[in-house]
């Protein structure tokens, strides 16, 4: 044996283990983060929640993080309790959460005491209605209402387990392949939001009659296996420290004193603002995704007796988007030519035909789903070129430049391919995974680049910060593309036929301001002589 096995983390598969359980968690997170997402239309057509509704709902979910500071409150819990108990506390909040917005959803909760209760109150609240970033209105339907309630619980704890899992991969790999493991950890979670976009329309419509309740559900009990995932870690965790006599490492904790020194920091700024503009673009039009798709492409339902109507063309197109992911993320750690570009052949050939079903099936959910897909194949290369050639703000700038084609090409070139059937899924397919690759390269150049800009003392508390002002874009252009899609589409109800220009222009917006801010930290890292555009390992 190369290296002597005295603890759980010198072996290698209980360390790729410990990652697995905590990668799965977050997973299963990922997927219930937007699990209403690609069943809108439903929604409305169900429950009666109109844009405006759905958009207030869906914001709640960073509410309290954001006006409550639980997020700050999060990571002095960490510090002061450790992993494993951190970890435990945010999947059963998340579990709590998660089954306040399945009730609400349900049919029970239709003519129940709650839904009587939630009709008449929440419609004034004192100091929030003033300000306008009240998570309720007067008029907004009861079940939205209550499950913005289970929403909210859920992102207290989703956001924990975020830090949580950081801190966890970082104890488990410190010193061997920390890179590689963060890297397949987002890949993983990643690949939530597509088993999403699959699946929560499978169980909404299975058996012919629409539940949406049932979407909730698959994701209530895919968190309980999250909470079953975390309390086997818990274990390993503690049977570590048993062996290595450690106490569990702690960041320093959050100070207030820290505030002036980080914001009066022009580095912070730039990456603060960056990180909110860039991410208000994304996370925000992953909700809206599969309602735009159905309202700008010509769709037609294939028959229900039809292979593509049924439920096993689900499944094997879930698999083969695995396939996509495995072999697309496997071929960038390959030394051998051969075996690099075989598993890379794999995985686009297994694209090529993941696409093809999309187009057979007719499905809009499906045909977002590949948003990821790009993503987690290019994550580890991006990565590995910011570690050894460096241009991490270039990969910034070229970022936001993507991110604009994409929602302009959204918002006009897509709508000219309306009763064109496959031209207009050709480009939905292109854009999509362009914009997933944007998605790759913000991040992967964005995060490294922060200790370079900041203090290293006030680095865990600039990290804090500049997750709350994210969170404060996830919370406002949910809402705010929601109410501006009802205010430019009056009078429609049928939920398949909105038009999405402007809220489109909106986040291209986002875009052309991480753009100039992109430039400007250009500007700045050659005049100040920051190290930006150098390699992270020299």
Known sequence: MSEQIKTLRDSAGMR?????LLALAMFCSYIFMDILSPIKDLMQETRGWDSTAFGTMQGSEVFLNVFVFFLIFAGIILDKMGVRFTALLSASVMLVGAFVKWYAVSESFIGSSLDTWFTNHLNYIPVFDELGVSPFYEGMPASAKFAAVGFMIFGCGVEMAGITVSRGIVKWFKGREMAL????EMALARLGVATCMIFSPFFAKLGGKVDVSRSVAFGVVLLCIALMMTIVYFFMDKKLDSQTGEAEEKDDPFKVSDLGKILTDSGFW?????????YSAIFPFQKYAVNMLQCNLTLTEPSADSFWASSQITIIQYVIMLIVAAAGFASNFQKKNGMKYGLLSISIIALVAYCYMGYM????ESIFAVFPLLAVLITPIL????????????MLVLGSLLLIACHLTFAFVLPLFKGNAVGGIIIAYVTILVLGSSFSLVPASLWPSV?????????????????????IGLWLFPLLIGKVLDKTNPGVTDPTQFNYTAPLVMLASLGVAALILGLVLKVVDKKKGIGLEEPNIK
């Open 16 to 20: 790729w283990t410990a990652l697995l």
């Open 451 to 471: 200790p370079k800009l900041v203090d290293a003392k006030v680095i865990g508390s600039a990290y804090a910060l500049i997750f709350w002002i994210q969170n």
């Open 383 to 394: 990565g590995s070129y910011v570690d050894h050639k460096g241009k991490a703000a270039s």
């Open 270 to 278: 730039l990456v603060a603002l960056l990180c909110v503009l860039y």
């Open 361 to 364: 099936r007719q499905s809009a």
């Open 181 to 184: 493991a963060m890297g397949s």
